[in-house]
Each structure stands twice: as C-alpha cells, then as structure tokens.
C-alpha cells in the first residue's frame, strides 16, 4: 500500500502539472451552466436567431426546475461531458506505456495492480470533482432563473449517475493498456459509448444489461424522486463490469512485453 500511495502523489503531481485539475472542473462548470440559461432565455435566442417563419407557431415547452437539471444530464455531462471524459484519458496509460515509464515503475518493486489502481483512483476524484462542481452551477442557475430543487433527490440522482462516469473511465484505460495509440482508445470509447446511449432509446427490458441506462435512472430520480425498475440490478452489473474491466487490464499487460525506457 506504500507503493500505492507513492504513485497516487504520481497522478496528483501530473494533474497538476497538466493542468486537468483545472481544465477539467472549468469545462464541466461550463456544461452546468449553459442548459439553465439556454432553457430561460430560449425565447430571445429564437428571437435574435430571426425569430419563426412567417405563419408557423410553435409554443415552447414550460420547464421546470427538475426538467432542467435532468436535460443537464442527457444533453451536457452525457454528451460533451462524455467525450471530454474520454479525451481526458485517452492517454493515461498510453504514453507511459510507449515511452518505457510503465516498465521502469513496475522495476521498483511496484505491482502492476498498484500502477492500474492509483491511475483509476487518481482519474476518478478529478471526474468526481469536476461532475459534482458542474452540477453545483447547474443547481445554483436553476435555482435562481426557475425554483428551488430537492438537493436530497439531486444528490443521490448524481450518485447513480457517477457509477456511469466511472464506467467510461474504466472503459477508456482498459482500452488504454490494450491499444498503443491515444486516437484510437478516443475514437473506439467515443462510439461504443455513444452506441450504449443510443440503445437506451429503445427503452425494452434488457436496458437492465446497459450502464448507459443509469442516466435514465439518475433522472427519474432527479425529476420524480423515484427510481425506475432494475435499479440495483443495473448497479450491480456495471460494477462487476468495472471490476472486469480492471481485470482484464491487468492480465493483458501482464502478458504484454513492456517497452523499456
């Protein structure tokens, strides 16, 4: 575990230097922002983009508060959000993979469970920061420009939520110990995805088997405080995906010959 805690300071020491623990948050601040104002101020938008043409009415949707802290989810975090999620690490494992750190860290005595460990440990506080900073602008917009939210039914909505988050992050480094270029591990998480949200649309009952289905449950939550059927059943599969995953990780790279510096 000494080990283990040397290459968290790793990761913390890189997030720093890299930036992301900056970069990360202010995008997601950015994606909690826009879907309260954009929601309000549809009307004017409309208006200064030229307004209707001549003879077609069409009368916009009334929101309400949990309807706009819902559309944050499925039309912000679990699409821009995604992609940036992805992009923030496409590379972690990639480029020390390539360049021999990998194998130099795994000659101190370091086990590769540590290494896999501290990267998805070290990546799933920032993403846990970062979504929890940008639903608290969400909460703060909406709470001014509409009405007040349950923060008990936003809390554990964003809980259920965040098991999602963790699934693309586990999903991107497996693909990261599998492949050797960034830009592929971007492109394959992006569409396979992207793939599992599409199905959700679908709505039938093996949505139970898809991660991507959580959204769908964190909203429900959200906007009716009640969850849909399957919850725990769809948890309970994500998290053994997860744990598959990391496995999965870890035994192709045990087989892999390393790079050395």
């Not at 994606?31 to 208006?47: E, K």
Request: aromatic content about 14%.
């Amino acid at each position: 575990m000494n080990h283990l805690f040397v290459l968290l300071k790793k990761e913390w020491l890189e997030a720093r230097r890299s930036y992301k623990i900056l970069w990360f948050p202010v995008v997601f601040m950015f994606l909690g922002i826009i879907q309260p104002l954009s929601s309000y101020y549809l009307p004017q938008i409309l208006q200064i983009a030229g307004g209707l043409p001549e003879g077609i009415e069409i009368t916009l949707p009334k929101f309400t508060a949990e309807d706009v802290l819902a559309s944050t989810l499925t039309n912000q975090f679990d699409q821009l959000g995604l992609i940036i999620i992805v992009i923030g690490m496409m590379g972690i494992i990639v480029s020390e993979k390539n360049n021999g750190m990998l194998a130099f860290i795994l000659t101190r005595n370091t086990r590769l469970s540590e290494y896999l460990l501290s990267k998805w440990i070290g990546q799933a506080v920032i993403v846990a920061g970062s979504v929890a900073i940008g639903i608290l602008m969400a909460i703060f917009y909406t709470s001014y420009l509409f009405n007040t939210v349950s923060f008990a039914r936003v809390f554990v909505g964003l809980g259920v939520y965040y098991i999602w988050c963790l699934f693309i992050l586990t999903f991107a480094l497996m693909l990261g110990a599998v492949l050797s270029r960034s830009s592929a591990v971007a492109v394959l998480s992006i569409f396979v995805l992207i793939l599992l949200k599409a199905i959700t649309a679908f709505g039938a009952g093996f949505q139970i088997l898809n991660p991507a289905y959580l959204t769908n449950h964190a909203v429900n939550i959200m906007i009716s405080g009640n969850t849909l059927p399957h919850l725990l059943t769809t948890v309970t599969i994500t998290l053994f995906l997860i744990v598959l995953f990391m496995f999965l990780s870890k035994y192709y790279l045990n087989q892999k010959e390393l790079p050395s510096m």
